[in-house]
């Protein structure tokens, strides 16, 4: 194990140990009243969005919803990773088939796929065998200490979801 993957799990536990666990209890129990909030909420903004655009027909409008809807859409991810977690009803089969109608399949994946590699992530939590960890092991943009501008540069990449798409990719 490297200095940096030691470090990440020290991070953890450090973390771990200050969850109380009545807390953690409470915030752990499923609502799904929420979740059907937000996904409404999330697929009304964007239908406002798409419709407003259509509207008025001019491109600072169409870039305006363009931002909106990509905020809807990471929402939808929040909710796909909420889902993933189990946390949005009791009955896995009914909450993965309409989580994945509503919140993954719009963004191109399923809550199963999703699930598979998330929990192999939290699982291994900055190891080797971390898919999130591994797949950024020794690229530039996850090597640290790093230059402003080079932070700067990745930061812009993750904004214009150049480095989004790239990490899809790998």
Do not use: C
Not at 39 to 67: N, R
Not at 120 to 137: G, I, S, V, Y
Request: aromatic share 12%; charged share 15%; net charge positive.
């Amino acid at each position: 194990m490297s200095s940096s993957q030691a470090n990440g799990r020290a991070i953890m536990n450090v973390y771990r140990a200050s969850i109380d666990s009545d807390n953690l209890k409470k915030l752990s129990i499923v609502q799904p009243w929420k979740m059907v909030a937000a996904v409404a909420l999330d697929w009304a903004v964007i239908a406002s969005a798409i419709a407003l655009s259509s509207y008025f027909g001019v491109v600072w409008f169409y870039l305006l919803a363009a931002a909106v809807i990509a905020g809807r859409m990471h929402g939808l991810g929040v909710l796909t990773h909420e889902a993933a977690h189990f946390r949005f009803l009791k009955s896995r089969k009914t909450a993965d088939a309409i989580a994945d109608v509503f919140f993954a399949w719009p963004m191109l994946a399923t809550v199963e796929g999703y699930r598979q590699n998330h929990l192999a992530h939290h699982q291994h939590t900055n190891t080797d065998r971390d898919p999130d960890w591994a797949a950024k092991l020794g690229t530039t943009a996850f090597t640290f200490p790093q230059r402003a501008w080079v932070m700067s540069l990745n930061l812009l990449g993750y904004l214009l979801a150049v480095s989004s798409l790239r990490d899809l990719v790998h």
